[in-house]
């Protein structure tokens, strides 16, 4: 069986891994320094390796754009030295194999969809709830991108400023998703970090309204058959239960309730897409 | 060249028409009444027509999983006598001819996407304000169904109760985007009909926040190139700019603007939508 090789790029780290799947990978993590330093320990890590291709989820903006002049690099990124970066050409050149390209939550809804959450489902989504907001979609079984790549973070949402006066803190759009519901805003809202506040907290009623309103308008936009919701913040005991049943009560029977769930493959979701992204170029083994 | 059968089959008329494409395409209006002799006078139209395939795009909702045992169903409409009707077995049983089934609107995204305003494009999304509001999607060149059809128009947005008073009129969802910004919502809420109040009226002011709040909301979720606004409101002089300009604060340069334009196949999308549809089912012509 073809071994893959998979990147799981973070701003935070870089985890590496070579296998053919769940049962059978072995990973490495690098943390993210500058690109150069970063991308040399990198290819040090698969060097030697036989894999057939390698596949990279990665932090964004990515240029997904095969006919793009920068298809394959990290653009316009706030992160420090990053900005530009050639991220599948470094990984190309380093190690002469193919390499296919991804957002990491592209990346994760489909390592969910090929052995996870999602199994066996040709609609799905993998939203991630962490530090931002972030959500990628499988559509008929096909990854989205559309002219760049979703940005599910940025929808707005009812807000009502009565029962939450916080501005919201997305530089760009104020009080999108993320601006609202992410686990900056919790911070910034409450002064503390969200796993400080006890689930009884007022700031998890606001959560789980938030994250159950994206849900139910991403039912509405793509009647995805799974919802996985994963990231720091869903890990707070009680808030995927909560989110479930006020998604139902918005959606009141009219839509199809999508089955809502943690991810399966649980922290391994980025590296295991990646992997399948691998799988997927060349054809060999997906 | 072979020719085809096409059906658009709404709620007041079934247009049905035959031929090739937008150049060469006959069609014949047939009024809505009970499914029997609605579907005989459909049957009379195509009879002794020599057809390759006939496409339908519908009013639903229809079931659209080709397992289900009442694929090709209009099932739980609300439309008097039409509750569990078996359209493509109907269509089928009357002409031997292969017969595909789709929504109305993924009928119009796709004759939009086929020969019209989103030709070339791999990514469109065509939404209707009428009495309703539906949106159909291609994604990645697939038309997206996920376990059912999307529901576009179910969406939740910000709603201002200080600048509109008004509680939505969608009796699953009250506020939600068919309930402040269809048709219906603008009667209801000004007491008469869209056309008969000036651009100057404050109900262009919401009714032109609303659409580009869910204009913004789907370009975030699939960053189409294209999104077509059909359907009866956007036949006011006016609205589609201010959508516009509405839609590109809104990103505020975060997300790419996608081109948001009215349907350039005018009121024949969903006809012309069902002719491609035919024409894909049998691969001959498409």
């Not at 706030?78 to 050409?89: A, E, F, H, Q, S």
């Not at 007022?202 to 309103?213: C, F």
Request: negative net charge.
């Amino acid at each position: 069986m073809t071994r893959f090789g998979a990147v799981e790029a973070g701003g935070t780290k870089f985890v590496c891994g070579v296998g053919t799947g769940p049962d059978d990978l072995v990973t490495t993590t690098i943390p993210t320094t500058i690109p150069e330093e970063t991308l040399e320990r990198v290819a040090a890590f698969f060097n030697g390796q036989s894999v057939g291709a390698i596949g990279i989820g990665s932090f964004g903006p990515v240029d997904l754009n095969p006919s793009s002049a920068k298809y394959g690099y990290i653009t316009s990124t706030p992160k420090d030295g990053w900005r530009d970066t050639d991220l599948v050409g470094a990984v190309k050149r380093a190690l002469g194999v193919p390499v296919a390209l991804d957002t990491d939550v592209n990346a994760a809804a489909l390592g969910e969809a090929r052995w996870g959450a999602a199994k066996g489902t040709r609609n799905c989504i993998y939203m991630t709830v962490g530090t931002g907001v972030g959500g990628g979609a499988i559509v008929e079984g096909s990854l989205a991108h559309g002219t760049a790549h979703p940005e599910m973070g940025h929808m707005r949402l009812p807000h009502d400023f009565e029962a939450d006066p916080f501005p919201g803190c997305c530089p760009f759009h104020r009080d999108c998703l993320e601006g609202l519901a992410s686990g900056f805003a919790i911070q910034q809202r409450w002064g503390v970090a969200g796993d400080a506040l006890p689930l009884d907290h007022a700031a998890w009623r606001l959560e789980s309204r938030y994250l159950a309103l994206a849900v139910a308008n991403l039912a509405c936009v793509l009647s995805p058959e799974v919802v996985i919701l994963g990231g720091g913040v869903m890990m707070k005991d009680g808030l995927l239960g909560r989110i479930t049943s006020e998604v139902s009560e918005l959606l009141n029977g009219y839509i199809a309730l999508p089955s809502i769930v943690m991810p399966a493959l649980g922290a391994r979701s980025g590296v295991l897409g990646a992997l399948a992204l691998a799988a997927r170029l060349t054809c060999l083994n997906g």
